[in-house]
């Protein structure tokens, strides 16, 4: 079954910072999301990469996908602390199984 | 409604009781998904449905667990005779279809369940 591995698993900066979470597939990734989850809330759907190469953007936070590393990265600029939260990366249904992948999660604090 | 919903967004109960959990997914939306997260864990996948069919019960961990969805619509995840260790938070998602290798899951906000 494909693994997603994210890192780093936890992240304290400091109010304007910039900083990148990672997300490791073990098999090749066709396509992948990102998901924000707030202290006690749900998850809020961010993006989803499907090409290789693909970016995104969303207000400060642009995710990449390069399929050639089986990877994903999330870059939040001039952070605030309103990016706090837990930040997940998913992957869909793939080889016949219809059960999608998600990372353990990164846990970003962000501090004003 | 616009999106998921799940009911009741917390529940606390005795341990030995038997708990319901309803999930009310986006309207049209084929395939229904349950996980579960333990504090400080990730998202553990128990069940899904396409249609009113589960062909992936693999995730359930014990048989006290079980769920049920009718009408392509409401589905109810039931836990008989709850242990301290199913304390976590129950998550629904729904998303267009299923089987098609990228399909946005959409989420819903969780219902928390202590088990004292």
């Known amino acids: 079954s494909q693994e997603l591995e994210q890192s780093p698993q936890s992240l304290i900066v400091q109010e304007g910072k910039n900083l990148t979470i990672n997300c490791t597939s073990s098999?090749?990734?066709?396509?992948l999301y990102w998901y924000k989850q707030k202290y006690g809330e749900g998850l809020i759907f961010l993006m989803m990469?499907?090409?290789?190469?693909e970016e995104k953007s969303h207000e400060k936070i642009t995710a990449k996908l390069d399929e050639k590393k089986q990877q994903s990265s999330l870059h939040i600029t001039a952070s605030q602390p309103s990016h706090a939260g837990i930040y997940l990366c998913g992957a869909g249904a793939s080889g016949g199984s219809y059960i999608p992948t998600f990372g353990r999660g990164t846990s970003l604090i962000v501090h004003p | 409604g616009a999106g998921v919903s799940q009911s009741p967004s917390n529940k606390v109960t005795e341990k030995g009781k038997d708990v319901e959990l309803r999930c009310d997914p986006i309207?049209?939306?084929?395939?229904l998904y349950w996980y579960r997260q333990r504090l400080g864990q990730g998202l553990e996948f128990l069940i899904y449905f396409q249609g009113n069919s589960a062909p992936d019960k693999s995730g359930l961990p014990s048989d006290r667990f079980s769920a049920e969805r009718t009408g392509e619509s409401v589905s109810t995840l039931t836990i008989q005779r709850t242990q301290q260790e199913d304390s976590a938070v129950y998550l629904c998602a729904s998303s267009l279809y299923s089987g098609i290798l990228q399909e946005t899951q959409y989420f819903g906000p969780g219902t928390r369940l202590l088990v004292l």
């Open positions: 990469l499907q090409k290789g190469g």
């Open positions: 098999k090749t990734l066709y396509g």
């Open positions: 309207s049209g939306h084929t395939a």
